[in-house]
Structures are given as structure tokens and as C-alpha cells.
């Protein structure tokens, strides 16, 4: 088992803002988890024991509509954590996390994150900031999702991508989703996606391979992201 000071991890995210002693106890007291692709690590409405550190791999956020329809929200990547809000205000989680990818993540026991947030200014202090940011972005998806026609949506949540997760060795997004994901990230229908991304092909706008995308023309589309 890795030791969580030792773990290089922990620098992108709150947990860089605990001492070493601190860190040492969570060390002994967390847990490894493997999650394969498709299994949820926990389910909306779930009261969580603990945060769970994305050691490698990425997962989506989901939100059940009324309707019956899965709502991808975001998606979280290695380095972030999953559940401090739950854990701070002893709430039950109202997203499902689901991963799209193989996964290795830590599991932190509540106790131990409740402590270091009473005892450590700057572990909270790091804590809030992310939950404000959290709440930044979703302010952004809102407009977004209310005020912006689909292809700009779409525009958007492709560039989003490129920043989040970067690309590989050949320039195409580093992670792989499915047009069924990229559909409901963008909220439309599978069918008027694939024609979106078609159409985009076609502009010189992006290039697809199978799953995967690669942007061509990112000052375009940065265009089109912002309604011009």
C-alpha cells in the first residue's frame, strides 16, 4: 500500500494541505479499491463512510432525471476527490459516480477527514475552495445547457474535455467516452450527436477514429463555444 505522503497524487488536491503527521494516519487507516469500467463506486441518494482519493482512471457524476434518464453532470478525473461535500455536511449524496474507466482509488474513512477539518484551517479552508469551485461550474452548466443551442454546447464540452484530460500521443482526447456519454453530457438525443460530430468532421472542425476525437481547429471552435 502507498503511503499518502509519499503519493504525488495528493498534490492536485485538498489533501495536499494536511501535515505529515496527519497524512501518516490516514495512511494507515485507508483502504485500495478497484473499480472496473461500468461499476458505480457509490449510488445518489447513499450515505458515504468516507472520501474516495481517484488514484487513477476517471468516473462521471450522474443525476437521475424524472423521466428515468441518466444525466451526466461532470466527470472527475486522478487527483480529485469524491464526497467531501457529503462527508462535511452529513448529507446523502445526490449524484452517482460511475466509472467509465478501470479505476484504483483510496478510500478515506469519515472520521479521519472530519478531524483534519476540524484541526487543520488550511485543509478546510482548501475544502471550501473546492466546493465553491464546484459550485462555479455548475453555475457555468446551467446557463450553458439553458442559454446555448446544442452545437454550441457541444463546442463547449469538447474544448472542456481537451482541458480536463488533455491528448495523447496522437493529439486526440485523452479519454474515451461513448457517443451515448458525450450525449448526455451535452443533454440530446445519440442520433443528433453523431450528426453534430459529423458535421463538425466535415468543417475541418475535429477528426474521429472509432471513439476517439482529436481537435483540428480550436480557435473555431472556441468561436462557435461562444456563439460567434
Known sequence: MSKCEQCIIRQFSSLNALNKSELIR????????????GEEIFREGQHLDGVYCIKSGICK?????DNGRQQIIKFVKTGDLLGQRTVVSNDTVNLSAIAVQDMEVCFIPKQEINQAFQENQK???EVIKVLCNDLRE????????AQKPVKERLAYFLLHFN????VDDEGFLAVQLSREEIAGMVGTATESLIRMLSEFG?????QTKGKRIKIVDNAELERLAEGF
Open 202 to 206: 466535415k468543417k475541418g472542425l475535429i
Open 61 to 65: 457524476l450522474t443525476k437521475l432525471s
Open 163 to 166: 482541458d480536463d484530460f488533455g
Open 138 to 145: 455548475a453555475d457555468n452548466t446551467i446557463v450553458s445547457m
Open 26 to 37: 490516514i495512511s494507515e487507516c485507508k483502504e485500495t479499491v478497484t473499480i472496473k469500467k
Open 123 to 125: 485543509f478546510s479552508g
